[in-house]
């Protein structure tokens, strides 16, 4: 037997309980405080680190029409909308959403849900959302239309899986398939991040040694040869390493002025069209990095869509979430292009393939999905293998940096060294 911590909420009076039980494996612990009239919100074995996302299994029922929305008699004005920024981050929101999914699906209807959420949330901006989306809630207002209000914490993709799960009466599963999307983006998200992560790492690492070294070394070893030379000419190697140490040590200030200068500058001209256009081109085609951008667009956009497909969203509407949600204004272009080709009456993959983006197996993996009706299917099974995809290139090319961030780092300090050992060379030969 296992012993389990758990939380859960009372079923009849939706209060919080925390405890533990004994049982051999997850899911019978689940099954036991069900028996005991709780929903469970996550369960661990004692001494592991806790998750916030339940493990139990979920009912079978599903909440009825009134989980849905309350019927409260007229509407009051609704409270204005609190937006907040990144505050609330995606991982606070994944968790909300599957908590969510676990209680509707339990059969507790969607207010009371909220403001069990509510009751436990510790950060003081996400509680007053989710207190403001109980509000629109209670005054009569679908849930839909409480997540309208907070454009900045929910967006499209969202709103509109809600609103198509609150129409056809499955909000439940449609918060579960919101929940799964939401963590298969991060873990996505992560990995390509975290790939990029070494590199930059390794050039901070580097430029601050070689700031050293032009700041506080060099100098020393400029008063030597400068000694011991007695006026001779030094190699023009050195010259140049000393001319670029002065230049940093005198203008220190003007130096990061310039570097600050060129980030912001750079930013800047990123948000222009013709900026935003240029990187995300080299994001998609750069040697070595342009692969793991590309595979991890497609399988951002093959799942999103897939997603809302599944969820009820209507094909044009999804289309135009999935390119609002791309992250690639060339992906956003061709799914644009697929739109107006969809909206004409054309199928999604001939356009598709038209555009010169997708790999050809990708458009071939969605018209058999097309023809055989099972297209959102399709969709998130192409997402799955290019997730796989991501894993590869994310391996394969953190193999490569680390080798090719070395050789960086041995070519600039192996200059300075070479730049500094010139003049000892001619100070042995003058001695000679």
Same mark, same amino acid.
């Given at each position: ?75 009051? +004005? ?35 849900? @909220? ?5 436990? $949330?510790?950060? +003081?901006?996400?509680?007053? /959302?989710?207190?403001? @989306? ?8 679908? #849930? ?25 009466? %499955? *909000? ?20 390509? !991040? ?9 050039? #901070?690492?580097?430029?601050?040694? %070689?700031?050293? *070294? ?14 011991? *030379?007695?006026?001779?000419?030094? +190699? ?12 940093? !040590? ?5 130096? &990061? ?13 990123? !948000? ?36 809302? @497909? ?33 909206? $004409? ?20 993996? &969605? ?45 600039? /300090? ?12 001619? &100070? &042995?030969?003058? @001695?000679?």
């Amino acid at each position: 037997m296992i012993k389990f911590n758990y939380s859960a909420i009372e079923s009849a009076s939706g209060k919080e309980r925390k405890g533990s039980v004994e049982s051999p494996t997850q899911e019978q612990a689940s099954a036991e405080l069900k028996a005991m009239g709780l929903i469970p919100t996550s369960i661990t074995a004692a001494g592991a680190s806790a998750k916030p996302n339940p493990v139990a299994k979920k009912d079978e029922k599903k909440s009825s029409g009134s989980s849905s929305k309350v019927e409260a008699g007229p509407a009051k +004005p609704k409270k204005k909308g609190i937006t907040f920024g990144r505050i609330i981050n995606n991982d606070s929101l994944t968790v909300f959403t599957r908590q969510l999914a676990t209680l509707v699906n339990a059969g507790m209807p969607i207010m009371r849900s @909220l403001e069990t959420l509510g009751r436990q $949330e510790k950060n +003081p901006l996400f509680k007053e /959302v989710i207190d403001s @989306l109980v509000d629109n809630i209670r005054s009569g207002g679908n #849930f839909s239309d409480g997540l309208l209000q907070h454009p900045k914490v929910f967006d499209r993709l969202y709103v509109n899986m809600i609103k198509a799960g609150e129409a056809g009466g %499955v *909000l439940g599963t449609v918060l579960e398939r919101l929940s799964r999307f939401m963590e298969k983006s991060e873990k996505i998200k992560g990995k390509v !991040k975290a790939a990029m992560t070494y590199p930059v790492i390794i050039v #901070f690492v580097a430029v601050a040694i %070689v700031g050293a *070294l032009m700041v506080f070394v060099i100098p020393q070893f400029e008063k030597i040869f400068s000694g011991m *030379l007695k006026g001779q000419s030094m +190699p023009a190697l050195t010259l140049a390493v000393l001319a670029v140490s002065n230049f940093i !040590k005198n203008h220190i200030i003007i130096t &990061i002025g310039v570097g600050a200068a060129g980030y912001f500058s750079f930013k800047a001209w990123h !948000k222009t069209t013709k900026g935003t256009r240029t990187v995300d081109w080299l994001l998609l085609n750069a040697p070595g990095v342009g692969p793991l951008f590309l595979k991890s667009s497609i399988s951002r956009f093959t799942r999103t869509l897939g997603t809302l @497909l599944a969820s009820g969203v209507p094909i044009l509407q999804a289309l135009l979430i999935t390119r609002d949600t791309s992250g690639n204004v060339h992906v956003a272009d061709a799914l644009n292009l697929v739109h107006d080709r969809v909206k $004409e009456g054309d199928n999604v993959a001939r356009p598709l393939d038209s555009t010169n983006v997708f790999p050809s197996m990708v458009t071939s993996m &969605i018209e058999v999905g097309e023809e055989t009706g099972a297209l959102p299917e399709m969709l998130n099974r192409v997402a799955d293998t290019y997730d796989d995809e991501v894993d590869n290139s994310v391996a394969g090319l953190t193999s490569i940096i680390e080798p090719v961030m070395i050789v960086f780092m041995a070519v600039v /300090v192996g200059t300075i060294v070479i730049a500094l050992f010139l003049p000892i060379v001619k &100070i &042995i030969q003058t @001695l000679s």
